[in-house]
């Protein structure tokens, strides 16, 4: 419900009042400050600075994954090394207490932030924030008037529309990083990086998981090949998976939840499950701002509509993060804050203006392998119409792989059939994340792929997989 515009006095005026304090918002402290902002106001509506990724996704999550594929590593595959475990098992209390330590030493639990915007002499406001007039917001009663806004107030699960839905408990992302036991059984809905990460940990586990993906492969955004190489991998943790599948409904049954889905035009299908996991995609924290008392204009997406410098069509307020981009990431989110801070502190002078660089996004899907990507991929690239070569390295032929036992494993890389540009990058492996990065700045670069091929590369190690690729 919209909220009602009040009476009442101003209690301060800002240079700059960023709403959202998570990876955009405190980003955005940065620019503004960095920009010689003298009086920011950073508002956040939770109890803590710090946002989703530090106490509800990329951190937890990681940590938990990790302990999992220790587990799996040891109880399946130690063997093979000539180590011998008699018993494995795992206490997955003592899991969840090592997520909250490496959250604590990453975060401080939120009081590193609070020192760090004390220092810097940022009023901080906590409540939830909707704009009564272009240039002023009310936070619990209190009116802030800002010469200049950034909103970075971030996203939240997004819910289908699924007969039954309302009616059956589920599970948010944030209740499967918080909860206090395993499941016997879970269907996750959604094979997207969170649904696929979410299957891992499951499935390395050993719960009984089933994933539903709607579209023709689970991770839409990845290449084909290596989707299908990732769905291989969840099959053999244990992982049911369905893709060309549509869930039709959901209801309670006693404990457990029944759901029925149906694949391509085959028969329906109806499982029992202990936990549903909810994971089809975000959606802007934006709803409850009266963004329409600000004038701020949304695009055919619900998302804010910016220009190159992060301004929304009223150039005094500014917006960066999942509230605006479509990449959801922690990385493009601190660039994006950092810019808009910066250019939200400049709208009265002549200082320089930055404008949001994202030509080269790389990103990383902690599944077990892991998969790094950057680019267009061979689909996107046909689309495009563009002429391109496919240089491809199965990890088979490495001897790190051989070394460390882990043969499974490739890469794909696509570039331009006449200047040998990059044009994009897709590995599946051990270590993914950090190879991906060498053709990142490859691209960034401007630097052919015959080129960083040629560079030596250090025997025996993972990025040889780079001067291995062939058409």
């Known amino acids: 419900m919209k909220p009602k515009a009040t009476r009442g006095k101003i209690s301060a005026t800002f240079d700059v009042v960023i709403i959202g304090a998570g990876s955009a918002g405190i980003a955005a402290v940065d620019g503004a400050k960095a920009a010689g902002a003298k009086s920011v106001c950073l508002i956040e509506s939770e109890e803590r600075l710090g946002g989703e990724c530090a106490y509800w996704a990329c951190v937890p999550t990681k940590s938990m994954l990790k302990a999992a594929k220790m587990y799996h590593l040891t109880k399946h595959g130690a063997g093979r090394y000539g180590i011998q475990a008699a018993k494995v098992t795992y206490d997955f209390s003592a899991i969840m207490k090592r997520r909250d330590a490496v959250v604590k030493v990453l975060t401080g639990n939120g009081k590193r932030l609070v020192?760090?915007?004390k220092h810097e002499k940022v009023t901080v406001k906590y409540g939830p924030a909707h704009f009564i007039a272009q240039n002023?917001?009310?936070?619990?009663?209190?009116?802030?008037?800002?010469?200049?806004?950034?909103?970075?107030t971030g996203?939240?699960?997004?819910?289908?529309?699924?007969?039954?839905?309302e009616d059956t408990p589920f599970w948010r992302s944030r209740d499967v990083v918080s909860m206090k036991s395993l499941p016997a059984s879970v269907a996750i809905l959604g094979g997207g990086p969170v649904g696929t990460e979410f299957a891992t940990l499951f499935g390395l586990l050993g719960v009984k998981t089933t994933l539903i993906e709607y579209g023709e492969h689970i991770l839409p955004r990845e290449d084909g090949e290596i989707a299908a190489l990732a769905e291989t991998h969840l099959r053999e943790q244990g992982v049911q998976v369905y893709t060309k599948t549509k869930a039709l409904g959901v209801k309670k049954s006693g404990h457990r939840v029944q759901l029925t889905f149906q694949v391509g035009k085959q028969p329906r299908k109806t499982i029992s499950i202990e936990k549903l996991v909810v994971a089809v995609g975000r959606q802007p924290n934006i709803d409850t701002m009266s963004l329409d008392r600000a004038g701020v204009r949304l695009n055919d997406k619900g998302k804010l509509e910016v220009s190159a410098r992060l301004e929304t069509n009223q150039t005094h307020i500014f917006a960066a993060g999942d509230v605006t981009s479509a990449l959801l990431f922690t990385h493009t989110a601190s660039h994006e804050g950092y810019i808009a801070g910066w250019n939200a502190a400049k709208i009265k002078t002549d200082g320089k203006k930055y404008v949001r660089e994202e030509r080269v996004v790389p990103r990383i899907t902690f599944v077990d392998p892991e998969i790094a990507s950057v680019?267009?991929?061979?689909?996107?690239?046909?689309?495009?119409?563009?002429?391109?070569?496919i240089h491809r390295s199965p990890f088979s032929v490495l001897g790190r792989a051989a070394i460390d036992g882990n043969r499974d494993g490739l890469l794909k890389v696509i570039t331009d059939a006449k200047s040998g540009q990059i044009l994009g990058a897709h590995v599946v492996g051990e270590r993914a994340g950090e190879i991906m990065h060498e053709l990142a700045l490859a691209m960034y670069a401007g630097i052919p792929?015959?080129?960083?091929?040629?560079?030596?590369?250090?025997?025996?190690?993972?990025?040889e997989c780079i001067p291995a690729a062939k058409t």
């Open 375 to 389: 680019g267009i991929t061979v689909a996107e690239a046909a689309k495009l119409k563009k002429k391109v070569k």
């Open 115 to 117: 020192e760090y915007v």
């Open 155 to 165: 996203s939240r699960d997004k819910l289908p529309v699924l007969s039954g839905l």
């Open 136 to 152: 002023v917001v009310d936070v619990k009663g209190e009116r802030v008037r800002g010469k200049a806004f950034v909103i970075a």
């Open 449 to 463: 792929f015959v080129t960083v091929q040629s560079m030596l590369h250090a025997y025996p190690g993972w990025s």
